[in-house]
């Protein structure tokens, strides 16, 4: 038997008990070690295992939609209207219960603490709690199995999967709050205003309803699958303008991640990020207070190392030159006897053997030649011709010897071939290799004083 769905454990609670916790090594693995998981949903056990409330309130919108929208006919007053009450209904999830309630990414009024409780009530997503609840876990336990939408399940379970079957908790019964807000308001709206009570039931209500449920529910498929990572690649969550425009401007889901508390999810003013807009808005008119916003510079680092990481990905798939410390040292007299068996050329330090390139040589063959067993440092830099940093790159990729006290590395810039003067290395690399070089001490000098 396949599994349908994974084991979910539980979480442990994100509350001030956690003070008492023990301190452990690693708290995913302890949670995963100290909790009692479910047993597999399995097709044997599917129909036990599923949450019927979750299966009804994912599978009735569509029938509904679809059926309601095949008998009835759209004016456009509807499906304006429609448009605007999925942005009401969707800014109560995004700008209330995920950027407000889940992160506290700022301070809302009373005013507004109601007014997107109710307009989020109407995108019927459940208790504000326990989609908090839900939501920090994703944050605190990503990709793994303590994660409620764990995007490793792949992209259905963590879009809708997660739903169908038993939560932790029990979510509660449709409110009459989620009734009214998801049909009963639209469909008076629609009725009062242009006498369409059954478009505004149809079309504002249960294809609108439909549209916010799946815009929200690709928070955790889509922005954990499309795009890029631009601040951390350490999980899943991507970047993707795509995904912003399907959620309300959520789909900044790598840079949420890596800064949560922020109440952006896209950086730029410009960026496609309406619910950002919305809160903004609010702060001008007093309705918001404290907007959260992470230290840019601290932002551009996460961005830099990303980059970096792309960059040293470049300089690894490239071949380059040999090092000094791995090439033989050869005395005068040894060069020049070589220089009978085969083409060589002395080069600030290096010995180059240039067998491969007499005749690609674009100055002419006899050039190259003239200087065999000779030291063409002065000719190959300006003294008879001015060589390219590219011309410099290749010839040290045919570097087969060091002259014995020919060169002072790091001292003399024509040593190192200009693609290598700057190169990105890890910090272990640094401490290793250079580190008589690199490391200081301020013994030499006396006391040394932190800055
Ligand atoms: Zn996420
Ligand atoms: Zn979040």
Known sequence: MSSVYPRQATPPLNTAASVDLPEVENYVSHALKTTKPLPPVRWDNLISELNWIGVFVITLP???????????RLRWETALFSVFYYFFTGLGVTAGYHR?????????????????????????QGPIKWWSRGHRAHHRYTDTELDPYNA?????????????????????????????????VPTLIAWLGWGDARGGYVYAGFVRLCFVQ??????????????????????????????ALCTLGEGYHNFHHQFPMDYRNAIKWYQYDPTKWFIW?????????????????????????????????????????????????????????????????????????????????????????????????????????????????????????????????????KA??????????????????????????????????LG
């Open 62 to 72: 569509p029938v509904v939609s679809i059926v309601g929208a095949y008998h009835t």
């Open 100 to 124: 407000l309630w889940a992160h506290r990414s700022y301070n809302a009024g009373r005013f507004l603490q109601y007014f997107l409780a109710i307009a989020g009530a109407g995108a019927v």
């Open 152 to 184: 490793q399940e792949g992209f259905w379970y963590s879009h809708m999967g997660w739903m169908l079957v038993k939560p932790r908790r029990k979510p509660a019964l449709p409110a009459p709050l989620l009734l009214t807000m998801s049909f009963v």
């Open 214 to 243: 799946h815009s929200t529910f690709c928070v955790n498929s889509l922005a954990h699958w499309l795009g890029a990572s631009p601040f951390d690649d350490k999980h899943t969550p991507r970047d993707h303008l795509v995904t």
């Open 281 to 413: 808005v609010c702060q001008k008119l007093g309705l918001a207070t404290h907007l959260k916003v992470f230290p840019d510079n601290e932002v551009r680092k996460g961005q830099l190392t990303m980059q970096l990481k792309r960059l040293r990905e470049t300089q690894e798939s490239l071949a380059w030159p040999s090092d000094s410390n791995d090439l033989p040292v050869i005395s005068w007299d040894s060069y020049i006897e070589q220089c009978a068996q085969r083409p060589l050329i002395l080069i600030s330090g290096f010995i180059h053997d240039v067998a491969s390139f007499i005749d690609e040589h674009p100055g002419g063959a006899h050039w190259i030649v003239k200087y065999i067993g000779k030291d063409a440092t002065t000719a190959f830099f300006g003294g008879v011709y001015d060589h390219s940093n590219a011309a410099h790159n290749l010839l040290a990729m045919k570097r087969v010897g060091v002259l014995h006290g020919g060169i002072r590395l790091a001292v003399d810039d």
């Open 416 to 449: 190192v071939p200009p693609a290598q003067r700057l190169k990105i290395a890890r910090y272990a690399e640094l401490s290793s290799s250079n580190a008589s070089s690199t490391a200081y001490s301020d013994h030499d000098e006396g006391e040394g004083l």
